[in-house]
C-alpha cells in the first residue's frame, strides 16, 4: 500500500512540474528564435493555404476545415477554450460560422485583457477554368501562422494580464467577425486594453528584412513602444494612410466599439506583391525565412510589453496615419 501512495504521490508530482509555467524572466530572443521554427511556420502555412482548404471560405466549407486545424493546434499547445469550444458564433448572409477564441492561463476578470489576432477566413472558390482555388496564403494564412506561433510562445508562461487569441471568420464579408467579437467583448465588459491584428506578414517590406508598418501609425503608442523594445522593427507606410487601412481589417471594430487601440501589423506593401486577391496568392510564393523572422520579432516584443505591463495608449483620433 506504502509503494501505491509513493507510486501516485510521484505522478502528481510530475503531472504539476509538465502543468506548471516557466518563469517569465526565463525567456529571451534566443528562446525564441530557438522555439519559432522556419520548419514549423512553413507546415502551418502550408496546410491553411492547401488546395484542400478551399479557400478558406465558409460557403464551400473549408474555412471549418481550416478552424478545425486551428482548434487542433490551440488544445496540443495549452490555449484552453475562451467560449465552449473556442466558438463564437455569428451569422452571415444566412450561414452560421464562428470566430476562435482562445486563452493563455486561466481568466481573471479583475486584471485587463490583451487581444492578439488574425483573419482565418479568405474568399474559397471562383471561376470554372484554370486555378479556381484562391488559397488566400499572404491573405491571410500568414497572420493567422502569425497567431498560432505567437500564441504557442506565450502559453509557456504566467502573464499579469489576460491574454486571448483570435482567428476571426468573414473578415472576406466585411469584417463581421471581428464586428461579433468585438460587441461580445464589450457587452460582457471585458476590460480589453489593446489588440494587435496580423494581416499579410508573407513577404519582405520594401524597406527591409524583419520590418513591418502598422496601421493607425499615430492613433497611439503602440509604434513607438514596440521600437524600443526592437529597434526599426516598427515603420510607417504612407499607403496606409492614403488606402485607409486602418478601418480596412480586423483592428477597426476593437477600435470602434471599445475606443481601445487596436492596430494591424503587415508587410504587403503594394510594391512587394502582386497576387493579392487572386488565385496566384499561394504557400511556395512566400518568403518563409523573413516571415519567420517578423513572427519571433513580434512574439518577444509583445512578451516584453506583456512582462513590463507597458501601458498602450490612444494618443490621436482624429486623423489617421
Not at 476571426?168 to 467577425?177: I, N, P, Q, R, V
Not at 460587441?183 to 465588459?189: A, G, S
Request: with cysteine; aromatic share 10%; net charge positive.
Amino acid at each position: 500500500m506504502q509503494k501505491v501512495l509513493i507510486s501516485l504521490l510521484v505522478l502528481i508530482l510530475v503531472s504539476c512540474k509538465k502543468s506548471s509555467k516557466n518563469p517569465v524572466e526565463t525567456f529571451s530572443y534566443k528562446t525564441v528564435q530557438q522555439q519559432i521554427t522556419t520548419k514549423e511556420t512553413q507546415r502551418i502555412l502550408f496546410t491553411l493555404a492547401a488546395d484542400s482548404m478551399r479557400g478558406r471560405d465558409s460557403k464551400k466549407g473549408g474555412y471549418f476545415k481550416a478552424a478545425a486545424f486551428v482548434t487542433d493546434y490551440f488544445k496540443l499547445n495549452n490555449i484552453k477554450p475562451f467560449y465552449t469550444e473556442y466558438r463564437d458564433s455569428l451569422v452571415t448572409d444566412n450561414l452560421v460560422s464562428y470566430n476562435l477564441v482562445g486563452q493563455l492561463g486561466d481568466y481573471d476578470p479583475k486584471r485587463k485583457t490583451v487581444l492578439i489576432g488574425a483573419h482565418l477566413d479568405h474568399i474559397g472558390i471562383r471561376g470554372k477554368e484554370g486555378d479556381t482555388i484562391y488559397n488566400g496564403a499572404n491573405d491571410n494564412a500568414t497572420g493567422s501562422t502569425a497567431v498560432l506561433q505567437v500564441g504557442k510562445f506565450l502559453a509557456q508562461y504566467q502573464w499579469k494580464q489576460n491574454v486571448l487569441l483570435a482567428l476571426f471568420a468573414d473578415e472576406e464579408k466585411g469584417l463581421k467577425g471581428a464586428q461579433q467579437l468585438a460587441k461580445r467583448l464589450r457587452d460582457e465588459n471585458i476590460d480589453l486594453a489593446y489588440m494587435v491584428n496580423f494581416e499579410m506578414i508573407g513577404k519582405t517590406l520594401t524597406t527591409g528584412a524583419n520590418q513591418v508598418y502598422i496601421t493607425g501609425y499615430n492613433r497611439s503608442n503602440m509604434a513607438e513602444v514596440m521600437n524600443i523594445i526592437t529597434p526599426n522593427f516598427v515603420q510607417f507606410l504612407p499607403q496606409a494612410k492614403e488606402l485607409n487601412l486602418f478601418q480596412r481589417s480586423d483592428n477597426y471594430s476593437f477600435f470602434k466599439q471599445l475606443n481601445i487601440p487596436a492596430q494591424t501589423l503587415s508587410s504587403f506593401d503594394f510594391q512587394n506583391y502582386d497576387y493579392y486577391h487572386k488565385p496566384e496568392d499561394e504557400a511556395a510564393k512566400m518568403d518563409i525565412e523573413n516571415m519567420t523572422q517578423i513572427i519571433r520579432t513580434a512574439a518577444f516584443t509583445l512578451a516584453k510589453m506583456l512582462e513590463n505591463t507597458i501601458e498602450i495608449k490612444l494618443i490621436d483620433t482624429s486623423s489617421i496615419r
